[in-house]
């Protein structure tokens, strides 16, 4: 009896025990941890992106400012800015253009057939990864495609060589020179 009277005097107590926090804690870094990786993934998407859209926002218009001429001797990142060819916030100075990489930007006269009935927007500072989405996004637009001093697309392909292509991107920092019809 003396020992039942002195566990009634015990209050219960209310709150989290050790194992019920342990494992609460479990669920919540692996969510965490689950999060941060989709955010990063999502990031990385978002640049890629990102420097897509740059990239085809500046060749439509070389292609729209040269459509009624011959040639396009004399085009070069000086033009370039001139003729607000790049997304505003990509372009600096009279002729600095910087992609959302912060990688330089280099526009110039390319030949084909004949001088000047081409041009290239080359892309610097690509990692691997960006590297590889960059060239599989414009591939079906280019006319050829070099990563560094690799070409990655001839004239004329139509079906890219993905081993080519992870080869070619495997450096740390990357430059793309695609290089495109003025028509």
Known sequence: MKRLNQLKGIKKQGGWISIEMNMSNL??????????????????????NALTSGHRQIVDNVRDNYKNTS??????????????VAPPPWMSGTASIVNNL??????????????????????????GDQCRDFVNDIF???????????????AGATVSNPATIGTACGSATNTVTPRYTRQ
């Open 140 to 154: 079906p637009e280019a006319y050829t495609i070099t990563v560094g001093s690799t070409t990655v697309k001839a």
């Open 102 to 127: 912060n990688g330089a930007v280099t526009i110039a006269t390319a030949t084909i057939s004949v001088t000047g009935d081409a041009f290239t927007v080359a892309e610097a500072g690509l990692n």
């Open 27 to 48: 669920v919540y870094g692996v969510l965490s941890i689950a999060a941060i990786s989709l955010g990063v993934a999502m990031l990385s998407n978002a640049s890629s």
């Open 71 to 84: 040639t396009t001797t004399g085009l070069n990142n000086t033009v370039g800015v001139s003729l607000k």
